[in-house]
């Protein structure tokens, strides 16, 4: 059962480039999200997808697209990416549960993205 | 905005000896949880405490929440050296749209 996955895992762009970072989980929830964590800052919401067909802006949705693809993939796209734009980004998925309440969330392993 | 602080940012203890984390936050809350970051891979779910609770126990995990003050504390007792991690609160505010908002986490290091 691999939860979570990412890809790719490392990647390094020059700025101006565009990338597509994949995710993908198989526990059959509705609900994915999209993080980027900083030294120091802890992870921020970028865009959330609560179910299949809608995307929502999170903290810091500022040169993102996602895609919802289908209820197992959510994409995050840089369409020109900035020095800024150097995290590490985490997916994670989530379920409503019976009784009104929330699946605590499973994270992937991350992508390491640099951007010169 | 990062709803919740951790304090202190880096911890380092003995094997065997407890180690507390302390995470305060801004806004009326509805859960609040805790996770674990070994380094290079993703976050772990650990406990959630919900706002009506005041303390909660998971093996070796004691979570407290002080509503009043805004605050919690996670407890780790008898640390390993495989407890070496960060450790980061998330708040969520209810709804339909389960949100969290994430603290900017505490370095634990455990040594042999």
């Known amino acids: 059962n691999a939860g979570v996955t990412q890809t790719p895992k490392f990647q390094v762009l020059k700025t101006g480039q565009s990338m597509t970072l994949q995710c993908a989980q198989d526990?059959?929830?509705?609900?994915m999200y999209w993080y980027r964590q900083d030294p120091g800052m802890g992870l921020r919401l970028i865009y959330y997808?609560?179910?299949?067909?809608?995307?929502d802006k999170g903290e810091v949705p500022n040169g993102y697209n996602v895609s919802r693809l289908n209820k197992r993939e959510f994409s995050l796209r840089l369409e020109s990416a900035a020095p800024s734009q150097t995290s590490v980004y985490f997916c994670?998925?989530?379920?409503?549960?019976?009784?009104?309440?929330?699946?605590?969330?499973?994270f992937g392993d991350g992508t390491r993205l640099s951007i010169l | 905005s990062q709803q919740g602080e951790e304090d202190p940012q880096a911890l380092s203890i003995q094997e065997g000896e407890n180690a507390t984390m302390n995470c305060s936050y801004k806004?009326?809350?509805?859960?609040l949880q805790w996770y674990r970051q070994n380094s290079g891979r993703g976050l772990v779910h650990l406990i959630l405490?919900?706002?009506?609770?005041r303390e909660k126990h998971s093996g070796r995990l004691r979570v407290t929440l002080d509503t009043s003050k805004k605050s919690s504390s996670l407890l780790i007792t008898a640390s390993r050296a495989a407890d070496t991690a960060s450790y980061f609160c998330?708040?969520?505010?209810?709804?339909?749209?389960?949100?969290?908002?994430f603290g900017k986490g505490t370095l634990l290091t455990v040594n042999p």
């Open positions: 997808s609560a179910s299949e067909g809608t995307t």
């Open positions: 405490i919900r706002s009506n609770e």
């Open positions: 994670a998925s989530s379920e409503f549960l019976r009784g009104g309440r929330w699946q605590p969330q499973h």
């Open positions: 806004t009326s809350i509805n859960n």
């Open positions: 526990m059959n929830h509705n609900s």
């Open positions: 998330a708040t969520d505010r209810g709804g339909s749209n389960y949100k969290l908002t």
